[in-house]
Structure formats: C-alpha cells, structure tokens
C-alpha cells in the first residue's frame, strides 16, 4: 500500500518549509500576511490539436493538466536549480510515492550519497517515462478573490526534469506536465502547502471556442459573471475513492441511467472498478461489459434510426446533426447520468455526450476502452465530459464536488482582468 498523502504530507511539512514558501510581489505588510491564505488562479487553455489542457506556471511555460499526475516535471529551463536531497529526504518520497504503470525505467543519477534524488516523470498520452532529478522551480500565477486575480505570487516548488524526448504528442509549446493528483508532490498539493490554503481546488474546463477556462488553488469562491452567485454553492459532492498504487481520482457509481431509466448493467460491472477522471483523455471511454449495453440502449432510448449515418472512428454512434434539434443544453439527446454514491447524479447532456465531426455529423462521444479487465474502471470521464462542468477536488475531506453549469454562463466567463 503506498503511503497515504495526509501522512506523508505531515512528515514532510517541517522538513520542506524552507523549500516551499511563497514569495508574494508586495512587501512584507498585514496586508500581505492576510493575501497569504487568498486561493490562486491560473487561466486552463485547450489546445485544439491534442484536446490536451494547458495552465501557464511561468513567464513563458505551459505545462499540461493532468488529474492522475503524481508530481510536476518539465524539460527544466536555465534558471531550474538542483535540489539537494537525499533518496531519503522527505519530498524525495514524496516524488516517489507513485510509479507509473508499466515504467520499467531505473536509474537516472541519482546518488544518495551526494544528496540527487531521482523521479520518473510519466507522459499520460504515450505511456512513456524517464527518469529525471528532482530541481526547484516557480510557479507564477495570482491570488485571488473568486472574481478576479488580486497580487501576483511566486510559488517555490519542486519539479522532475525530463528530457525533451518525453514531450512526444503534448500540446505544442507545452514544456512538461502539472500532476494535480491526489499526491503529495503534485502541484496543487504544494501549492496549498507554501500558500497556507486548503488542499482543495476548482477546474473549469474551457470548450474549443470560447476562451479560457480557469483552475483555482484553494478552494473558492468562483464567480462567472456579473450579477452571478458564488457557484460554489451549487456543488453537489460524492466521496473520492483511494485505490492501491494510484493517485488518481475514482468515485463509486451505484448505476448508469439514459433519463431515468437505468442501463441494464452486468452484475457488479459498476463495483469493479468505479468512475475514474482523467483530463489526459479526450472522451469518455466505458469498459467494453458496460460500453456495449450503453451504445445499444443509447441508440434504442434516442429512437432516431432516421437520422442515424455511418460511425466516424473512434466513435460508434453518429447522427444526422441537423436532424436533431438543439436545445440550450446540447443536442436534444437523452441525458446520461452517472448515478454516485451519496444519492448525486453526474448528469451529462447533449453538451457533454454528442460531440460535432466531420460536416453535418454528431457522434456519441464515448469510446470503448481497449484493454479493460475487472481491474480497470468501469467508466474513465474525459475531458469533455468535464468541460463546462464545476469540479472540486477536495483532498482534505476526501470529495469531489460537482456541478453543471447553467447555459447562459460557462467556464470561460471567468474575469481575469486585474482589479488591482
């Protein structure tokens, strides 16, 4: 069983203050002492070419969302200095505490008796890692009130350097990748750690087209237009499921539903492997003893065998998309719902569950996962499954919190022009 992250998190603390500490741009004041505990916000980006995710961390770094990341790495810039660790040092474990499946690779130079711990940083689209020392580095991003970004910070970390071989298929420009599992060396556990804030934080994603999304560091509030209330409040939360040698983030499904009628499921199909989230994955990917009951029942529910064309790969359910009527919430589609442990659904509709291809086409977007044994989850949300949606990851009280926007606001709405 890997170390447990609040475990960790607490041996650490003391022996890494000096390492992670924030340096904010204003002097040392009360006013300042107070800024100490405000969230942080980054802007998230999609790139059109991966439907990867990107968040600025530097002046001139784009490093990749990755919610089953364990840690930060990146091909290291000039400016990257070395950290002197031990193989024993506290965050070295940290760094350690997950290893990627299938990563076979050793060495690397580390050398505890010179004080060179080594990591293995993973690419999440090719399966690839290497191994890579540990450095410290920033990460440049601002405070904020949930409306707006108040004061810039500059968060001290520690990041994996990789080399640049391992930024195959990552978004163009993208430098590495920022783990935001539930790790202790992944970066929203560090920045909660130097900026005093909650072990918690918000994802918008952004859909292709309009604009930015945004991540905050802390916790709330959000605020995603004038006049619009705290959108925080409208969470709905479902326990977060710890799963042996994984730091991603599962939550448990009692059952699927199309509308209110739930899929006709095999026996302990959903309790085998839970809902995994995953930002690394385009669309949702369903284990093939759930995918094929879902595909049929989706086509039978919708009923439109008018409309219906030829698939486009890797989809299995494309239609006619001037055939099906649009609605504020998407195509005039039956909405999938994920029915969670705590009586919550994760309701997808036409938005989050038909995606528009080649010409005047709208598919299912779910795909059947390739390898899929009673091990793996049941269903693997993907990206755009999430955008649009309000997610909270809340490490501290073990809960993601969720909530689907109304149409008339989304998660580019975000203001992140200064006020200050």
């Given at each position: 069983m890997p170390p447990r992250h609040g475990d960790l998190a607490a041996a650490a603390a003391a022996a890494v203050a000096a390492t992670l500490l924030v340096l904010l741009a204003s002097p040392?004041?009360?006013a300042a002492a107070a800024r100490r505990r405000d969230a942080v916000v980054v802007?998230?980006?999609?790139?059109?070419?991966?439907?990867?995710?990107?968040?600025?961390?530097?002046?001139?770094?784009?490093?990749?969302?990755d919610l089953a990341g364990p840690l930060v790495w990146s091909t290291c810039a000039d400016d990257h200095l070395p950290a002197s660790l031990s193989c024993q040092d506290p965050t070295c474990r940290l760094a350690n505490a997950y290893r990627a499946p299938g990563c076979k690779v050793t060495g690397g130079g580390g050398d505890c008796s010179k004080n060179v711990c080594t990591a293995y940083p993973y690419n999440p689209v090719t399966g690839q890692c290497a191994a890579g020392s540990l450095a410290h580095t920033r990460f440049i991003a601002n405070t904020t009130d949930g409306k707006n970004p108040l004061s810039q910070v500059s968060v001290k970390a520690v990041a994996a350097c990789a080399p640049k071989k391992l930024l195959a298929r990552l978004p163009r420009g993208a430098t590495g990748v920022a783990g935001l599992a539930g790790s202790g060396a992944a970066l929203s556990a560090q920045v909660a750690s130097s900026q005093g804030v909650a072990d918690k934080f918000l994802l918008c994603l952004p859909r292709i087209g309009y604009g930015q999304g945004v991540a905050i560091f802390g916790g709330g509030p959000i605020y995603l237009g004038e006049g619009l209330p705290d959108f925080t409040t409208t969470l709905e939360y479902t326990?977060?499921?710890?799963?042996?040698?994984?730091?991603?983030y599962y939550v448990t499904a009692n059952a699927i539903a199309l509308e209110d009628a739930r899929l006709p499921l095999p026996r302990g199909a959903l309790a085998a492997g839970g809902v995994a989230l995953h930002t690394s994955v385009p669309f949702g990917q369903l284990r093939p003893d759930v995918f094929r009951p879902f595909v049929r029942e989706f086509e039978k529910g919708l009923n439109r065998s008018d409309a219906k064309v030829a698939a486009v790969a890797p989809f299995p359910l494309c239609y006619r998309?001037?055939?099906?009527?649009?609605?504020r919430i998407g195509y005039a589609v039956p909405a999938v719902r994920l029915m969670l442990a705590g009586g919550k659904n994760y309701t997808m509709t036409g938005t989050n569950s038909m995606v528009d291809v080649k010409g005047d086409k709208a598919c299912l977007a779910f795909v059947e996962m390739k390898s899929g044994d009673a091990?793996?989850?049941?269903?693997?949300?993907g990206g755009f499954q999430m955008e649009n949606m309000l997610l909270q990851f809340d490490v501290e009280k073990k809960r993601l919190g969720f909530a689907r926007l109304p149409f008339y606001t989304s998660c580019s709405n975000f203001n992140f022009t200064k006020t200050q």
């Open positions: 040392p004041s009360c802007p998230v980006t999609k790139d059109p070419a991966t439907s990867l995710y990107t968040i600025p961390v530097r002046y001139y770094d784009n490093l990749v969302v326990p977060l499921v710890a799963k042996k040698d994984s730091p991603a998309a001037s055939m099906l009527g649009n609605t091990r793996s989850p049941a269903v693997i949300l």
